[in-house]
């Protein structure tokens, strides 16, 4: 306990049926190390229903349907992902019946998960429930492990006691790491992480696409070995960075959307091609315009050149 009197708490319950893990348990480099907040996992769902694990207004739902977000009256916000990976399968496998800013009681039925279409993917089930500004208003959590009813209780959140300080919520600029000299001096919140993440992994020419989803700005790149994963982590708005199935993500929470708009803008030129039908993972590939350069060497080589458009 890290208070000097009893926080506040929010009661949490199990969105879906299945089996109460550790969080540093979940089949995900990133959920499991706490770096998009603390919380607990669900594994081996039978499906079926989905409920509100908390109550409160809803904040967010994923277009890919895969994930959703509350807020509690208490400050806490919750993302409640189900399955891994699963924003791959462009909502197939779930209905939801809530829309943004929905009020919910915790247990509310709110949709329905098809495991048996996830698993049939060859995507894992697991669900993830964590509690995203952890850092800012998360005391601790205490969870229960094992069998759950959707609806249960398995967990107890504990706000942070401190009274909130009296300011404007922190702007994009605050994300701005401190001191970078070569960074143009007129960019400024995620237009600037957003440079200096373009500068660490290598520059753009060393990007092949990108994707987003909840909490990643995915890149693909063209060589990883070029990328300065350990400046990149420690830059002011990045939690983490996990390299897997060959992406380079870089994790910076519910901001990922702001932070992949930032580096799309100054990726130049590119054609966008929705990798889901929703805002949650969208894959952009970076496309030039062919060179005076590139000219000569289809000549050279007897290819016809693209013409510009």
């Not at 908390?54 to 399955?83: C, D, N, P, R, Y």
């Not at 509690?131 to 398995?154: C, Q, R, S």
């Not at 890149?219 to 996990?242: E, Q």
Request: with cysteine.
């Amino acid at each position: 306990m890290t208070s000097s009197t009893t926080p506040t708490t929010v009661e949490v319950v199990a969105p879906i049926a299945g089996t109460v893990i550790d969080i540093t348990d979940v089949p995900d480099p990133v959920l499991s190390k706490k770096s998009v907040g603390d919380g607990f996992g669900i594994g081996t769902p039978p499906g079926g229903t989905i409920v509100a694990p908390v109550t409160g207004t809803v904040i967010m739902v994923a277009k890919t349907l895969h994930a959703v977000g509350f807020k509690t009256e208490s400050g806490l916000q919750f993302l409640v992902h189900l399955g891994i990976d699963t924003v791959e399968l462009e909502g197939k496998p779930f209905t939801l019946t809530i829309t943004k800013g929905d009020e919910v009681k915790a247990g509310q039925d709110i949709g329905v998960m098809n495991v048996e279409a996830i698993q049939a993917a060859g995507k894992d089930t697991t669900t993830v429930v964590t509690v995203t500004n952890t850092t800012k208003k998360l005391d601790h959590i205490d969870v229960n492990t094992g069998p759950a009813e959707a609806g249960d209780k398995v967990a107890v959140a504990y706000v942070k006691a401190e009274p909130p300080v009296l300011q404007a919520a922190p702007t994009p600029k605050e994300l701005t790491p401190a001191e970078n000299p070569n960074r143009p001096a007129e960019l400024t919140g995620y237009d600037a992480l957003a440079w200096d993440i373009i500068d660490n992994i290598g520059g753009k020419e060393n990007v092949r696409s990108v994707t987003y989803c909840i909490t990643r700005v995915r890149f693909y790149l063209k060589d990883s070995n070029k990328a300065k994963t350990d400046i990149i982590t420690n830059l002011n708005g990045v939690r983490d960075v996990v390299q897997a199935s060959g992406q380079y993500q870089v994790v910076v929470g519910p901001e990922a959307e702001e932070v992949y708009n930032a580096v799309m803008s100054q990726l130049g030129e590119a054609s966008s091609s929705e990798a889901s039908s929703g805002d949650t993972e969208t894959e952009t590939t970076k496309s030039k315009s062919p060179t005076a350069l590139d000219r000569v060497k289809s000549l050279l080589h007897g290819r016809p050149q693209e013409k510009e458009s």
